[in-house]
């Protein structure tokens, strides 16, 4: 990823003591923290024993990190230090387990114990069982000591060691979010403030501790609290920066160790990166209402923002924008970064529910077959909510003698492989493919429901989170698939952004209210399971095709040799001005199957010789099929020839003068323009410009090398040279110019502009439409549409392919 003005501004700030860099998924925060490293260890280690730690959570981010770094050094001109090489005394790259493990082994040998890590769960169950057993006994009337009550106790006690609460009267007095507000009757609800319940943990804790320390073990969260107190050393090793990845995923203690192996030189630094959208695990200190001065960092007036995906499309940053939206407890926090668009083009998500998970596999399996025409397996990731449906995803891989590499600690992290990537949400966090596919969304997985949470908001929030982390891995491609009935965090996608396939228009089966219902009047049972399906096909035509609903019929009539039938949507067009069936759709109830559907959907097209497309659907599965029976991607979309006239209206905008010129053109005889319904211009007088079919009225897409179409205007509007094309617009990042989606701007060919004009720039072999801005060896490439950003690159980054000097809009 090549740095912008933004980006590389943060790279070589002086370093200030404590700060704070605060980004969107897809802004580029960890590649900021990656070329922040050799600035620091070039410029800002001074002393011969100064040293840059970066820090991350997860340990498939160090890999990650490593995989991306190399690339990074590929492409330095000068030659670099590597930070992985084996030599190399001043940089070191960990997660935070494996640095305080170093701690805690230098702890117990300071202090002479034969101490080792307890990392078997099973182990660690049974002491805490023997430890609940033994506490229960004095403490008959707390019931939540009770063996299914085990994960919650046991998530209790890693919150309380996490949290640093070593004394009961600070656990007695902690606040303790998401378990004190349920009303539930039943359930650790009940945990309240100075509580005979947090005595009772609290001595589970104890016991629990002291079993394990009687075969000289420890636990995980132990072990964090001895390499805490073996930074406290001034002896030990201290580090003159710190860079930490993922910072609002760390728990106090992680928190409180790092501040105390940072060094208090002059021109020491601590920077933290974080993104609180991505917060997602439940011992993470920076929740709402904890600051970083609650653990001894001032961040204030330090902080820096970065609000831009570079990451993901356009299309699946909305979807996965949506989601978010929809939690209050998100959006609310103080260091939630409100996410801009960069009008990135590209594909909406494809979302498909299948009654079984059978289905569902083979759905897959089909669709990883046409990925692999456009993309290596490597580029690919499968994503699920747990261990057991990844592992159980991956031996049906192995069946189909598909390449895979399950992402997990036993397994490795190595990238760069020709291997589809296995992995659960947790653990692709921080890293992106090209293709992400998620699946097992269903209302069983996800929100995964947990004796331990009883908090359903907080809970609800933590798993929205992490089906947004899914989602904006995904730079180009975003299926979600799942088997049975859907999520509710489906539900809550804006059902604009997610399509039932990549070849198709229509998108995802979503619910009309009945208010809006259309043919009310014909409709026999407003409240019967089909209806909720043709309402939403005859939405689909409207919004996704543009058919206008006086071409749109129901319950029509088809004569079937001597039968007579009633389909149940029809698209009627006209063709030599005579109206007649195009397109026929048949639906059933959600999940019927299709096969009567469509065999009688094909007696229909075969009576009706104008009939050119038929659809069936039961709002799981779709088929399209043509006039021969065939199956297609998709229909057609409305086009104005669909009408009785063939001729069609125009605007012509000049963007100098901004003068409209309102003309008809027969779309049978494209010379014909004319004017006041009367006036014909002659041929030569007219002039002929190839129309190629996208630019980006946002950010950079490829135009499309192919002529389109032929469009005649007028010479005395657009000039008689040879230099002018014409390119149709995708995208409304201009729409406050007057420029919309869809729309024809016509482009003259030059290879400068003057400031503020509206110029057609190239970008790296992409191509956008923006306001040009030249500041200095700076160019802004400036939207018209507040919800998006601009384009900030240096002279070299870009040339001017030309200017808009018209638009031509359809009425």
């Known amino acids: 990823m090549q740095l912008n003005v933004e980006q590389k501004k943060l790279v070589q700030s002086k370093p200030a003591g404590h700060s704070l860099i605060r980004g969107v998924a897809g802004s580029g925060k960890t590649t900021v923290a990656v070329n922040r490293i050799p600035f620091l260890m070039e410029h800002y280690c001074i002393d011969d024993n100064d040293k840059v730690l970066m820090v991350t959570y997860n340990k498939s981010l160090i890999s990650y990190i490593k995989y991306v770094y190399e690339k990074v050094q590929k492409d330095r001109e000068e030659e670099q230090l590597s930070l992985f090489q084996s030599d190399n005394k001043k940089v070191d790259i960990k997660n935070i387990d494996s640095l305080m493990y170093a701690y805690f082994k ?57 949290c640093k609460y070593l004394h009961i009267e600070e656990y007695q007095e902690a606040d303790r979010l998401g378990r004190m507000s349920s009303q539930k009757a039943d359930g650790p609800q009940k945990l309240q403030k100075n509580s005979k319940l947090r005595a009772a943990i609290f001595k589970v804790m104890e016991a629990y501790n002291k079993s394990l320390r009687a075969e000289n073990k420890v636990d995980f969260h132990d072990m964090s609290l001895f390499a805490l107190e073996q930074s406290k050393k001034s002896f030990y090793k201290k580090y003159a ?122 759905y897959v399996v089909k669709l990883l077959t046409e990925l692999k025409a456009k993309y290596n397996y490597g580029d690919i990731a499968i994503v699920a909510r747990t261990n057991e449906q990844i592992s159980e995803f991956k031996n049906f891989l192995e069946d189909k003698k598909i390449p895979n590499k399950l992402m997990a600690k036993s397994d490795g992290y190595e990238f760069g492989d020709d291997k589809i990537k296995l992995l659960t949400m947790h653990s692709i966090k921080g890293l992106e493919f090209k293709v992400v596919i998620i699946i097992g969304l269903n209302s069983k997985y996800m929100p995964l429901r947990s004796v331990t949470i009883d908090d359903e908001d907080l809970l609800e929030s933590r798993e929205r989170k992490l089906m947004y982390v899914g989602m904006t891995r995904a730079t180009e491609r975003l299926y979600l698939t799942c088997d049975g009935t859907p999520s509710k965090f489906i539900l809550d996608i804006d059902p604009r952004f997610l399509k039932y396939s990549d070849n198709t228009l229509m998108r995802s089966f979503y619910h009309i209210r009945q208010e809006n219902y259309n043919f009310k009047e014909k409709v026999k049972d407003l409240y019967s399971y089909e209806e909720k399906i043709r309402q939403w096909v005859i939405n689909e035509l409207k919004e996704s095709y543009k058919y206008p609903l006086n071409l749109i019929n129901i319950e029509q009539q088809v004569n079937v040799f001597s039968k007579v039938g009633f389909v149940d949507v029809a698209v009627n067009i006209y063709r030599n001005n005579v109206k007649a069936p195009y397109i026929f759709i048949e639906v059933k109830r959600k999940g019927f199957g299709l096969l009567n559907c469509l065999e009688q959907l094909k007696s229909y097209i075969a009576a009706s010789p104008t009939c050119q497309y038929g659809i069936a659907t039961d709002g799981v599965d779709l088929i399209i099929i043509n006039r021969n029976l065939e199956i297609v991607d998709d229909i057609e979309v409305f086009q104005t020839s669909m009408l009785p006239s063939s001729l069609e209206e125009y605007t012509y905008v000049d963007l100098k003068s901004n003068q409209v010129s309102k003309f008809t053109r027969d779309c049978n005889s494209i010379k014909e323009i004319i004017i006041d319904n009367s006036y014909i211009f002659p041929e030569n007088e007219i002039k002929r410009m190839n129309v190629f079919s996208s630019i980006a009225a946002g950010n950079p897409i490829l135009i499309n090398s192919s002529v389109e179409e032929e469009f005649y205007l007028p010479q005395k509007w657009v000039g008689s040279s040879n230099n002018t094309y014409m390119v149709k617009v995708k995208g409304d990042s201009m729409i406050n110019a007057n420029i919309c989606n869809g729309d024809i701007v016509v482009i003259r060919q030059q290879n400068t502009a003057n400031n503020y004009e509206i110029a057609a720039v190239d970008l790296d072999g992409n191509t956008t439409l923006k306001r040009f801005v030249k500041m200095g060896d700076t160019i802004l490439l400036m939207p018209e549409n507040p919800s998006y950003e601009p384009i900030q690159v240096s002279e070299g980054q870009m040339s001017v392919l030309g200017v808009a000097v018209g638009v031509l809009k359809k009425l």
């Open 241 to 362: 920066h710190i860079i930490v990845d993922e910072s609002q995923d760390l728990t106090r203690v992680q928190l409180e160790f790092l501040n105390n192996i940072i060094s208090n030189k002059e021109y020491s630094s601590i920077t933290f990166v974080a993104d609180t959208a991505q917060s997602i695990y439940p011992q993470s200190w920076l929740v709402k209402g904890r600051s970083f001065a609650s653990v001894g960092f001032d961040v204030k007036g330090r902080s820096n923002s970065l609000s831009k995906n570079y990451r993901t499309t356009t299309q699946i940053a909305e979807a996965a924008y949506s989601l978010l939206e929809k939690d209050t407890q998100i959006i609310e926090d103080e260091n939630f970064v409100k996410p801009s668009l960069l009008d990135k083009q590209g594909h909406y998500p494809v979302f498909r529910v299948f009654e079984d998970k059978k289905q569902e596999e083979n």
């Open 106 to 162: 230098e702890y117990c040998k300071t202090n002479k114990l034969n101490l080792e890590v307890e990392g078997k769960r099973n182990n660690l169950v049974n002491h805490i069982i023997k430890a609940m057993a033994e506490v229960k006994k004095e403490a008959v009337e707390v019931k939540f000591l009770e063996p299914n009550y085990l994960p919650f106790i046991m998530e209790e006690i890693g919150w309380i060691k996490a």
